[in-house]
């Protein structure tokens, strides 16, 4: 597996959230326990709010066994002595034995049988949640493990509550479920805080900004920024990923660096879509609990702007070679970093925010510049007067070290405590 640097990793939510929202807007995807389900040609769909899915494909993955009576187009499902019964055509069913009244009937569309996959999935002993960002059901079974353990903090001061959830924007099928910690903390939010609320994004705007932001307008094109062997590299990618070779001429050099991101991390089976963010901000949603940026996408951008043309061409030699780095970065995969999460670990979490280092210039815009900003609002919220509870939920590398969140709290006289 070529290695993604963590470099990399504190890159993905810009463009990663962007092209997740264009994608989402087309399509439901169904996955369990981190896993997609694949239902080939027959699609999932949305009838009055409930989710309809092809029947045999879900119920195979579920471990249901099956019993079909044609006469009266009822289908009977059992595993491990809970059960369930539907009928086409019908809102009345049965879930482990008590009558039921569905909420839209389970029907036959071109000799598919589709049912709602909520009634369905509870029945056996799922946990069901929906991202309406993602147009993504997930489900869990309680069978899992205890949970990725990940990093988290929690703040208390006049009545407030802040809890800190360091996140990782791009994950894998692996990184689910999240211990119950986790999420007894987001239900116990009133607000929860992300870098950015992609729940007010309006594609059309945000296609016009990363155009008027990611774009020459001088007349040069990528090749008068960068050197001719950088150009040739990123040229031969192109080539080497099927795209024309022109393809980023356009557009500035970190922006095409987060797009030959992307097509690694897509290589790599790494999904957007599946982050701890858009994860959280799904369940927001759901739970018709307000969400709260801290940032925005004009600021953020800002950053990647204001690198000069020398710094972004190493970004792009860096995604391109990651040996470019230096060696304790260079190292750092993207299975390490999965891994450190999946751990808890604070040490390698210190020792990846160390790795981010390599340039002072990268670190101030990256790292220094918005955990002072992000600081000042949690502060903000901790010092109210409104006694509420928030879950702040930002990338893992803002909270370590001694430019981090915690240690910026922690001078700031407030007593942080991990979770």
């Known amino acids: 597996m070529k290695k993604i640097s963590a470099v990399l990793l504190s890159l993905f939510l810009l463009t990663s959230a962007f092209s997740s929202v264009h994608a989402s807007e087309t399509s439901i995807s ?41 006469p009266t187009g009822t289908v009977s499902g059992s595993k491990e002595g809970l059960s369930l019964s539907l009928k086409m055509g019908s809102t009345s069913a049965t879930a482990n034995g008590k009558a039921v009244t569905l ?29 309406p960002t993602m147009r993504q059901v997930t489900l869990n079974s309680g069978q899992q493990s205890e949970g990725s353990k990940g990093f988290l903090w929690k703040v208390e001061n006049k009545g407030n509550t802040v809890y800190l959830l360091g996140t990782i924007h791009t994950v894998d099928k692996t990184i689910y479920p999240l211990r ?46 960068i050197s001719a062997p950088t150009y040739n590299k990123v040229t031969a990618f192109l080539k080497e990923n099927g795209l024309p070779e022109n393809s980023f ?7 095409a660096q987060q797009q030959m991101g992307n097509i690694l991390a897509a290589k790599q089976e790494l999904n957007e879509g599946m982050g701890i963010d858009m994860y959280l901000m799904g369940k927001a949603i759901q739970a018709k609990k307000p969400i709260v940026g801290l940032e925005t996408f004009e600021s953020q951008f800002e950053v990647f702007n204001n690198f000069a043309d020398s710094l972004q061409e190493k970004l792009l030699l860096q995604t391109l070679d990651p040996s470019t780095l230096p060696p304790s970065a260079a190292e750092m995969s993207m299975d390490e970093i999965l891994r450190i999460w999946k751990d808890g670990d604070d040490k390698a979490l210190l020792d990846m925010v160390k790795t981010l280092q390599w340039d002072d210039d990268y670190f101030k815009g990256m790292q220094i510049d918005r955990n002072a900003a992000m600081a000042e609002k949690i502060k ?9 509870t928030y879950m702040i939920a930002v990338g893992a590398s803002h909270y370590a070290g001694d430019f981090g969140l915690v240690t910026l709290l922690e001078k700031a006289g407030f007593k942080v405590d991990k979770q």
Do not use: C
């Open 30 to 70: 169904v996955g369990l326990n981190g896993e997609q389900i694949e239902f080939s040609n027959s699609v999932p769909f949305i009838e009055n709010g409930v989710t309809l899915v092809p029947m045999r494909p879900l119920l195979e993955k579920l471990g249901v066994q099956v019993e079909w009576d044609e």
């Open 103 to 131: 909420e839209v009937e389970p029907k036959l569309i071109q000799n598919v049988t589709y049912v709602p996959v909520r009634f369905v999935a509870e029945t056996v002993g799922y946990q069901v949640d929906w991202n």
């Open 180 to 225: 119950h910690e986790i999420e007894d903390a987001f239900n116990a939010a009133d607000y929860l805080g992300v870098e950015i609320d992609f729940a007010k994004v309006v594609p059309d705007e945000l296609t016009k900004l990363i155009t008027d932001v990611s774009t020459y307008k001088d007349g040069t094109t990528l090749k008068d920024h």
């Open 249 to 255: 001429d356009n557009i500035k050099a970190w922006y």
């Open 380 to 388: 903000g919220f901790l010092n109210s007067n409104n006694k509420e």
